[in-house]
């Protein structure tokens, strides 16, 4: 059990405002209908901003769950005891709220973007705005680097990658070179690989590298995966009537947050033509379509115009 701490006595750290800019904020905190004395999970903390919201919340017995597997995150904790950081990947959310006693929890909130600190910090390597290791792990524990993935991977598993994460027109091209290439030279820098795909960038280049790089780190960090752990994870630990908030970025993303609300399965259902199939979701959707981002939020911070909200609340 958490220790109780008066609300308001949080400090932020000057690192988190410019770590990242929180998308569709409001919306997300309206979404969870926060109770003053409930739990909630924070599965993406990242630079804070959404868990300040909800720790204005809550009050002293409420209790906040942070997680998020990007050491630099920790910087941005508040000095508020109602927090609990877990420094590891939301799809261990179930192993860790056993471990510190928690059995349900009456919100999960989770912001599935990547933070403007990861994009703006070199060495990261995950944008192509800088010459940098070929990296693009969140979890800089992890092994896999977006590297050794282009390494190990066949040129089928890469064609895949490429065409489901990041809808590149000419993945096959793009997969088979990279083959080609890493099998007598290894592939270690941003620029490096840039040089390699030269010749068969098509389009706009800038559009094109960020597609590929998209789907890079969506493999890396196996980004659906996880997403569909803590899915399947929601239905044990979420209370009756609790919520969960998902914001997404990407379409494959999107259409297994829709598809679990739905149906309670991220995978399609297959339904018999002449019995038909009974659908028992444990969910109801708050809202049949996805809460976009304003066009002033948008304006404020270009990076949200993709993002899709989408809530939900667990049946009685």
């Not at 690192?15 to 004395?37: C, F, M, Q, R, W």
């Not at 040089?195 to 389009?203: E, H, L, M, R």
């Not at 969960?244 to 494959?252: D, E, L, M, N």
Request: proline share 5%; glycine share 6%.
């Amino acid at each position: 059990m958490l220790p109780n701490k008066q609300k308001g006595e949080q400090k932020i750290s000057d690192h988190s405002t410019t770590y990242h800019v929180p998308v569709l904020l409001n919306e997300a905190i309206d979404g969870l209908s926060i109770k003053s004395n409930g739990i909630y999970v924070d599965c993406t903390f990242g630079g804070g901003g959404h868990a300040r919201e909800i720790l204005k919340k809550l009050g002293n017995e409420g209790r906040l769950i942070a997680f998020d597997q990007d050491a630099d995150a920790k910087k941005n904790l508040p000095a508020d005891t109602r927090i609990l950081f877990i420094p590891h990947n939301f799809r261990h959310l179930s192993k860790f709220l056993r471990l510190h006693k928690i059995s349900s929890v009456d919100g999960i909130l989770a912001d599935l973007g990547v933070s403007s600190h990861q994009f703006d910090e070199p060495s990261r390597g995950f944008s192509i705005r800088f010459d940098a290791p070929l990296d693009m792990r969140m979890d800089q524990s992890g092994e896999l680097t977006a590297s050794e993935l282009i390494k190990t991977k066949t040129a089928a598993e890469l064609q895949w990658i490429f065409q489901e994460y990041g809808e590149v027109s000419n993945a096959k091209t793009l997969a088979q070179l990279l083959v080609t290439h890493t099998q007598t030279t290894s592939i270690k820098t941003i620029e490096e690989f840039k040089a390699v795909i030269s010749p068969i960038v098509k389009g706009n280049p800038n559009k094109y590298l960020a597609q590929v790089f998209q789907a890079l780190r969506m493999a890396v960090n196996d980004e659906t995966g996880s997403l569909k752990d803590l899915l399947n994870q929601s239905v044990e630990v979420l209370k009756p009537g609790g919520r969960i908030a998902i914001i997404t970025f990407h379409s494959i993303e999107d259409r297994m947050v829709k598809q679990f609300f739905k149906t309670g399965d991220v995978d399609e259902i297959s339904i018999d033509p002449v019995y038909g199939t009974k659908i028992s979701s444990p969910f109801n959707p708050i809202s049949k379509k996805p809460i976009e981002p304003s066009a002033e939020e948008v304006s404020r911070n270009p990076r949200s115009r993709s993002a899709r909200l989408r809530v939900a609340e667990k049946k009685d």
